[in-house]
């Protein structure tokens, strides 16, 4: 590692669970980020910052006012422009080892394999059900890790599930009969900071899965911002899932 990057990331390699393997270990990782929200553009900033080695970035909107009430790489001079386009733009600027790639589109099923096959890691921050039922099967059926958050007014909630595990359950498990639910930023209320938070715990997660760190297997934590409460509920594989019952183990 040279000189400059041991005292960029001197602050992490001082932890003896980093040390400089682990610090290399986050600077050779691909890290797709789906959804360039409050969740994503918060993620996609520490992710960025620590040094992750390609960061693969994936959302099909474009920024407008109220969008910079929470979403934090974007300012009022990028309004109407591409998110993908500005969040490149700024984490390359934050971060020149970083290579950051960027992918004007929504995921769906006739992309995502193009889009995702190199990705150590996919964090799933995405606002509608549809695409994240697009990325679980993906993430499910290739065996990669999955960390997907959400908010909505004072709550949110985030979970991983390691489907190199084949004991995991997966996001139908647990979240049936979703069709024409929708977790659109759009119509909904949200606290500005709740996503902050949210994003820091989801790359936190990120992070300390490319270290062998994470104790988190099959747990959904909710966050209530409100009553500062913070909740964590065992997720279980369900034998009748439709999904995971047509994966080849």
């Not at 709550?155 to 139908?172: A, H, I, M």
Request: aromatic share 6%.
């Amino acid at each position: 590692m040279e000189d400059k990057n041991l005292l960029r990331y001197s602050r992490h390699i001082m932890l003896p669970e980093i040390d400089i393997e682990g610090q290399k270990s986050i600077s050779s990782s691909k890290i797709a980020v789906v959804g360039l929200g409050g969740l994503g553009c918060s993620a996609s900033v520490y992710l960025a910052a620590s040094g992750v080695g390609e960061l693969n970035l994936v959302d099909d909107d474009s920024i407008d006012l109220s969008n910079l009430q929470r979403q934090i790489l974007f300012s009022e001079e990028d309004l109407n422009r591409e998110k993908v386009e500005i969040a490149q733009m700024k984490l390359s600027s934050l971060n020149e080892n970083v290579q950051v790639n960027s992918n004007n589109l929504r995921i769906n099923n006739s992309n995502i394999e193009n889009i995702l096959e190199g990705s150590d890691l996919i964090l799933d921050c995405t606002d509608n059900f549809e695409t994240r039922k697009i990325i679980n099967a993906y993430c499910l059926n290739e065996k990669k890790i999955l960390i997907s958050g959400s908010s909505q007014g004072w709550k949110g909630q985030f979970f991983t599930l390691d489907f190199r595990n084949e004991n995991s359950p997966c996001y139908e498990c647990f979240f049936e009969d979703l069709e024409g639910e929708d977790l659109s930023c759009r119509e909904s209320s949200i606290f500005s900071p709740l996503v902050g938070i949210i994003g820091s715990f989801i790359a936190s997660e990120l992070i300390k899965k490319l270290i062998s760190l994470s104790e988190i297997q099959s747990e959904i934590i909710e966050i209530d911002l409100k009553q500062n409460k913070f909740k964590k509920l065992n997720l279980r594989k369900n034998k009748n899932c439709l999904l995971c019952s047509k994966v080849k183990k």
